[in-house]
């Protein structure tokens, strides 16, 4: 679905990083081993690879709906009931994900009845879903701020939009269509990459689209 005039477009990108790289295997784009992990990143060296290889990225997501108010989230640092319990996990969930985010931001949040990690790039749509903000925030405990997330989440009984990618909770967009909409990756670049060949000058000035 493209996103109607005066709707937010978020474009989901990894930023590049030499290290890691994505190879074409069959016409294909084949994903980095790990793309689970919350500081990876993958460059491309032509814009047909960066197409296919969102198209493949697009292939494996998954959206859904759900409301605020019955979201729930729990710790996930390496003191957690979670962190030994894989079996509260989706099935694509590995222990290298779970690992990964104990490290980072160190949230879960319970999805159809199984857990999902929680991306660091989930973070502030999580706190705008919650209607909070603050410096205070990430450095609570995990069980504090967990509990402090599920009490704002529930006061609330709007629509979110979930964006699940590479075994985790990637982003916690706004279900409302007038704040947030999906948008074809290929149809959002390929307007992109004709608006900086018509427009040189502006291209130093073009904003870098964010991570969802």
């Known amino acids: 679905m493209q996103a109607s005039q005066g709707v937010r477009v978020v474009a989901v990108l990894y930023i590049t990083n030499s290290r890691l790289k994505a190879v074409k295997k069959k016409g294909m784009v084949q994903m980095p081993n790990n ?6 990143a993958t460059p491309f060296n032509a814009f047909p690879d960066m197409m ?9 997501s998954q959206w ?3 409301q605020v108010n019955s979201l729930y989230v729990s710790p996930l640092d390496e003191n957690s009931y979670l962190y030994g319990d894989k079996s509260r ?5 590995s222990q290298d994900a779970i690992e990964d985010t104990a490290k980072h931001l160190a949230l879960a949040m319970k999805v159809d009845g199984a857990y999902f990690p929680l991306r660091e ?14 410096t ?3 450095k609570l405990g995990r069980e504090e ?14 629509e979110a939009l979930l964006l699940i990618r590479n075994e985790k909770v990637s982003a916690v967009h706004s279900g409302d269509p007038r704040d947030y909409s999906i948008t074809s990756t290929r149809c959002f670049w390929s307007s992109r990459k004709a608006w900086r060949s018509a427009s040189p000058a502006r291209t130093s000035r073009a904003a870098t689209p964010t991570t969802a």
């Open 35 to 40: 793309p689970y992990l919350d500081e990876w």
């Open 121 to 134: 790039t989930a973070w502030k749509s999580l706190l705008d879903r919650a209607k909070i903000n603050g």
């Open 89 to 93: 996990f989706g099935v694509q969930v």
């Open 64 to 66: 859904r709906r759900m």
């Open 52 to 60: 296919n290889y969102h198209a493949e990225l697009t292939r494996e």
């Open 136 to 138: 205070a925030l990430p």
């Open 145 to 158: 701020l967990a509990n402090v997330l599920n009490a704002c989440l529930a006061l609330f009984s709007s």
